[in-house]
């Protein structure tokens, strides 16, 4: 309750504050989005008065007199997390909002204000004080080795950590220069900065390997908004507005420039984990950029081998086709891999098939055709199920791959009849309102399509409820509901609680009846199928 209190009162304050200078102070009214000369100002502004006043004013706070009457309230967190940030008496809110209005003020006066100083200059606030605060390190050694008096000039979390446990040392704002120069600099400082980066290793038994989507992607993941974590990913309009914080991701994940821990789960003796490719769709299409996304998979995966993980199933874009050949690329470059590699698309068959109305005679096939495609086809053909293909080229592609049989049921399509479409990527919204009224869409493909009819039902990508003993889903995959696993996931999941020895990636496929049967006996369970209105 107290620190919430804290942290309306600074949200309070300073809205009023801004509030009020809004309206009387000249100047502070219509501001350009950019001007360049504001920026290079706030910035100079920051680094010499605000660095150097916050300094001795941080050391005054811990004279005895004004410590136990004011600032001892932010040191109860000996072990700090990002609230701690903001956690201070509201006379010590009233000084911070005074130093750091400096070159905000200044910028004013001067006539070099602009929408862009304001905003990155308190978005560049929060974002350092939550870092410092967060008690995890999260700068890379090879930073420091690249530049070393960076460490003079960004502090780091373990850095402020010791000022939270030590008291008299790293004063500092966000630059350490000033502890050097006066004295204040702990001595422990990069050896505790060493201890905080050997952390215990912490091996699963399964990895799924995803990629981030969109940049606002970010939000849902654990690590984001946990409200939009644990709902399906939508486009949300107000996401707009953090774009300085959605810039600052972007950045994080080009400079870390490897796979991240986005979720750790356990079921029943198994450890899951789920990694994520600091990749966006878009960079999937790009030809220049396929190298380095195959070098983040491949280190991914030799990491994983190297920590003895038994399975890594591959997600989302990361099995395409023209990347890696389903995935076929890593175990051909690495024969002597024990890491079995998983695309699940034998799962993803079994689903599209079980999603299949009882008593349907007919369906039609619509979309790119991949692997689960052509499995599909052939064994609803093979079922005696008519396969309908709109083009020729993809119906001459089908026909070769079955036998005589079962390539009697696959026809060339005159009509858009079948109220049964099985859609993959590629299926445009004019496809879509070529379809009858009440038409199922039941994707096969890892990506759902866009709804463009509300007169027609579109079940999920081929994907499972996950049973309630599986611990830790506190966030949604992607578009999936909650709870809900996509089948490449659930099929790494399989082969590790069967202990599978086989590979699925490439041309090769997983005995589907034998992955549907043993989903099912784990307490895996179909989506509810969807209901037309």
């Known amino acids: 309750m107290g620190l919430a209190i804290c942290r309306d009162d600074q949200i309070l304050f300073n809205g009023i504050l801004f509030y009020i200078g809004n309206i009387y102070v000249p100047g502070a009214t219509h501001l350009p989005i950019w001007r360049t000369d504001g920026v290079v100002l706030t910035f100079l502004l920051h680094v010499g008065p605000v660095e150097f006043l916050y300094y001795w004013l941080h050391r005054a706070l811990h004279h005895h007199f004004l410590y136990s009457r004011y600032h001892s309230h932010h040191h109860s967190s000996i072990v700090t997390e990002p609230i701690t940030s903001v956690i201070h008496p509201f006379a010590e809110h009233i000084a911070y909002f005074i130093l750091f209005a400096i070159p905000l003020y200044t910028s004013i006066f001067t006539r070099t204000a602009s929408i862009a100083s304001f905003i990155g200059y308190l978005a560049f606030i929060d974002f350092m004080n939550n870092m410092g605060h967060c008690n995890f390190e999260l700068f890379p050694k090879w930073l420091f080795s690249v530049f070393p008096p960076l460490k003079y000039i960004v502090y780091t979390p373990s850095y402020h950590s010791l000022h939270h446990t030590q008291f008299r040392t790293n004063y500092s704002l966000f630059m350490p220069i000033y502890d050097l120069i006066y004295g204040t600099f702990d001595k422990s400082t990069d050896a505790v900065y060493e201890t905080s980066l050997r952390r215990p290793e912490d091996s699963p038994d399964v990895v799924h390997l995803t990629h981030l989507t969109t940049p606002g992607s970010i939000y849902h993941l654990r690590l984001g908004f946990a409200s939009l974590a644990s709902n399906p990913y939508s486009s949300k309009w107000y996401l707009w507005l953090m774009w300085p914080w959605t ?278 369970q179909p989506p509810p199928k969807p209901c037309f209105r």
């Open 247 to 524: 810039f600052w991701s972007m950045m994080v994940t080009w400079i870390y420039g490897r796979t991240f821990v986005v979720e750790r789960n356990v079921y029943k003796s198994l450890k899951l984990q789920t990694w994520a490719v600091p990749k966006y769709n878009i960079q999937y299409f790009m030809q220049w950029q396929r190298e380095s996304i195959n070098s983040l998979i491949e280190e991914a995966i030799l990491d994983a081998e190297q920590r003895e993980i038994k399975v890594l199933s591959l997600g989302l874009m990361n099995q395409g086709e023209e990347l890696n050949k389903n995935g076929e690329l890593y175990v051909r470059r690495h024969p002597q891999l024990k890491l079995k590699v998983v695309d699940g698309s034998s799962l993803a068959v079994a689903i599209v098939l079980n999603s299949i109305p009882k008593g349907t005679r007919e369906v039609l096939l619509r979309g790119t055709l991949s692997k689960v495609a052509y499995s599909i086809a052939l064994a609803l053909c093979q079922r005696g199920i008519r396969v309908s293909i709109l083009y020729e080229d993809e119906y001459h592609k089908l026909k070769e791959t079955m036998g005589t049989v079962a390539a009697t049921n696959l026809v060339l399509a005159k009509t858009y009849d079948p109220k049964v479409w099985l859609v993959g990527d590629g299926l445009t919204e004019g496809d879509q309102w070529k379809a009858g009224k009440g038409t199922l869409f039941i994707p096969y493909s890892q990506f759902p399509p866009k709804k463009a009819r509300k007169d027609c039902v579109y079940y999920t990508t081929p994907s499972m409820v996950t049973p309630n003993h599986l611990q830790n889903v506190d966030s949604c995959e992607h578009w999936l509901p909650r709870r809900v696993m996509s089948a490449s996931r659930v099929a790494g999941i399989l082969h590790g609680l069967e202990g599978w020895k086989v590979n699925e990636c490439g041309d090769t496929m997983f005995d589907v009846e034998k992955i549907w049967v043993a989903s099912l006996r784990h307490g895996f």
